[in-house]
């Protein structure tokens, strides 16, 4: 006996693909997370360009968060170049990618991901029952946008990020135009975390290796080494000896795996695993109160530690601008000559690690950039198969809304990951 579903696309999530499953009995035979969103070529077209052009050329990969891109870009042409930024330079950076991370986690918050704990097909008819938490939400993105907007000139593909810095600094008193409504929203993330903490959370423990970036006197974003929950610790420079990537026929997304291993998972759980002492004293009590101090390995509750972090980003956004300096100069050149440079940063997503090979024109030559949605793939299916066999007897529509909450624990971006959902799964009774 078989039986399929097929559902178009996976909604609430950034880009499109397909999941196939197969089913014998009560045990997965076959599962493919398939992206089949073209390849976006951007490693190719970055080749032959100037290393300025790199910041810019990068955030176009994602909508969502061009930030990461332009950081992860510019910590790889810096390190490159031997360029150390000054402070105020890199508290203006921490801040701008304080800004994406709040709009990126109240869109997944309150518009993709709260839907499926209260039985909603999307935000917009949840809005119909909860119109303060959406009004909320919404507000709580658009102050993530205006950090965004006043630091990068514009809060889609900023325009004022460049290699070495910002092409201009800012005064403080700019900065401080925007903390009433940091003190709101960083009240609000509080108010977040309590009430996705209220939400159903099935009973799920997974044994995840966790990579995430860390630094010695703050909660990762801008930089940091790589680590993760067996042991490693290293620089940036060695993710390629520690970590492959690999093609599969059923994805245009290459699966990144531990060399020697198999998948890990980056992102909110990772970082907050990894991390949670280096988080802000506020954030650190607003997990206390969702009964998820020192951290959670529940993938579903996923939407609780990116609340935490909302929390820290909002608190950490204004103390930034309380100690903020503006810097002598807005940006500092280095010396070009052929070479390598490496960057990785956390995206609201996860790690984004980019590699850059220039030669002595500052001509870039080869680049390589890893998403962390390409990063997580594998650990998607992982977690799926692991979850199907006690799901099994659901009928089709309720197992196929199951299904695409696990996928969305990732808020995965596979616009992102292809430089989604087409669900079939096939069912057999051995005989």
């Known amino acids: 006996m078989s039986r399929e579903i097929s559902v178009d696309y996976l909604a609430r999530v950034e880009g499109e693909g397909a999941l196939y499953l197969a089913i014998d009995g009560d045990k997965v035979t076959d599962l493919r997370f398939r992206i089949f969103e073209p390849p976006r070529f951007f490693e190719a077209f970055l080749r032959g360009r100037n290393y300025l052009e790199a910041p810019d050329i990068t955030a176009r990969i994602c909508g969502i968060c061009p930030v990461a891109y332009q950081t992860s870009s510019a910590n790889a042409m810096e390190d490159w170049l031997g360029v150390e930024l000054e402070p105020g330079v890199k508290q203006l950076r921490h801040l701008m990618y304080l800004g994406e991370w709040i709009e990126s986690h109240c869109l997944h918050v309150y518009m993709l991901h709260a839907p499926d704990f209260l039985g909603y097909q999307s935000g917009i008819h949840m809005a119909k029952d909860h119109p303060e938490a959406v009004t909320r939400g919404l507000r709580l993105k658009a102050a993530g946008n205006r950090l965004m907007q006043l630091l990068g000139g514009r809060e889609i593909h900023p325009v004022n990020f460049r290699v070495g810095g910002f092409y201009r600094a800012f005064e403080k008193a700019e900065l401080a135009a925007l903390t009433h409504e940091l003190e709101w929203g960083r009240e609000a ?97 607003a997990a206390v109160g969702a009964g998820i101090a020192g951290g959670t390995r529940n993938p579903f509750r996923s939407i609780q530690v990116r609340s935490v972090e909302l929390v820290h980003a909002f608190a950490t956004a204004l103390e930034l601008i309380d100690a903020y300096q503006p810097p002598s100069a807005p940006y500092r050149v280095g010396s070009v000559a052929a070479g390598t440079g490496h960057g990785a940063s956390e995206a609201p997503r996860g790690l984004l690690y980019h590699r850059y090979q220039l030669d002595g024109e500052g001509t870039i030559v080869d680049a390589r950039i890893v998403p962390p949605t390409s990063q997580n793939q594998l650990r998607i299916e992982d977690d799926l198969r692991l979850m199907v066999p006690s799901l099994v007897q659901l009928p089709d529509d309720e197992l196929k809304w199951r299904l695409e909450q696990a996928i969305r624990n990732y808020d995965p971006c596979i616009s992102c990951a292809t430089h989604f959902l087409d669900l079939r799964v096939e069912r057999h009774v051995s005989r």
């Open 189 to 285: 993330a509080a108010e977040t975390v309590d009430w996705v903490s209220g939400f159903p959370f099935p009973d799920i423990e997974i044994d995840y290796e966790f990579v995430a970036l860390r630094h010695s006197d703050e909660y990762a974003i801008v930089e940091g080494r790589i680590v993760s929950s067996t042991g490693l610790d290293l620089a940036v420079s060695d993710w390629p000896a520690y970590f492959a990537e690999e093609h599969v026929e059923w994805s245009n997304a290459l699966h990144a795996r531990r060399i020697g291993g198999g998948s890990y998972q980056v992102g909110p759980m990772a970082r907050y695993n990894l991390n949670f002492e280096q988080l802000h004293p506020a954030a650190r009590a």
